[in-house]
């Protein structure tokens, strides 16, 4: 099945967060991150890093430290923050950089249409930037401040 896992989940999570942020050039911290979202904080702070590895985030040192995304949301794409939490992401093996390792590669009569899922999944990330997630996110939480507003009790 194909699933982010935990940590690709936790980054998303945290590069909203800080795109929300952005406009109040405020740095988050590891800490208030799980704590809003309850992930335990070892694992954030390990998310967070990777990110700042990944050329995604800026991470500034002290007292009062944090997080902040090193460029525009615009200019994030989800596929961006997958490749940097996961590395090389494929749909079977003989897709990716271990496709010698996969017995039916010579016979394989499914890595052509595979490729081309594969590369319309990868199109489809990276073109979905986080300025869109963020969007998303605002028109729900629009669309239920709406909804509780015209129910009564």
Same mark, same amino acid.
């Given at each position: 099945?194909?699933?982010?896992?935990?940590? %690709?989940?936790?980054? /998303?999570?945290?590069?909203?967060?800080?795109? #929300?942020?952005?406009?109040?050039?405020?740095?988050?911290?590891?800490?208030?991150? =799980?704590?809003?979202? &309850?992930?335990? #904080?070892?694992?954030?702070?390990?998310?967070?890093?990777?990110?700042?590895?990944?050329?995604?985030?800026? =991470?500034?040192?002290? %007292?009062?430290?944090?997080?902040?995304?090193?460029? &525009?949301?615009?200019? %994030?794409?989800?596929?961006?923050?997958?490749?940097?939490?996961?590395?090389?992401?494929?749909?079977?093996?003989?897709?990716?950089?271990?496709? &010698?390792?996969?017995?039916?590669?010579?016979?394989?009569?499914?890595?052509?249409?595979?490729?081309?899922? #594969?590369?319309? /999944?990868?199109?489809?990330? =990276?073109?979905?930037? /986080? =300025?869109? %997630? #963020?969007?998303?996110?605002?028109?729900?939480?629009?669309?239920?401040?709406?909804?509780?507003?015209?129910?009564?009790?």
């Amino acid at each position: 099945m194909l699933k982010f896992n935990k940590k %690709v989940e936790y980054a /998303l999570i945290a590069m909203l967060e800080m795109a #929300q942020q952005a406009n109040a050039n405020e740095l988050i911290t590891a800490k208030s991150v =799980s704590s809003r979202y &309850h992930i335990p #904080q070892e694992i954030m702070g390990k998310v967070l890093q990777t990110l700042v590895k990944g050329g995604l985030l800026l =991470s500034v040192q002290g %007292v009062k430290g944090g997080y902040t995304l090193a460029t &525009h949301p615009d200019r %994030v794409s989800i596929w961006q923050v997958v490749q940097a939490i996961e590395g090389p992401v494929t749909l079977v093996t003989c897709i990716g950089p271990d496709k &010698h390792y996969c017995q039916q590669y010579e016979y394989c009569n499914i890595r052509t249409p595979l490729t081309i899922i #594969q590369d319309k /999944l990868e199109e489809y990330f =990276s073109d979905m930037k /986080l =300025s869109d %997630v #963020q969007q998303i996110y605002r028109n729900q939480e629009h669309a239920n401040v709406s909804d509780s507003v015209g129910m009564s009790c």
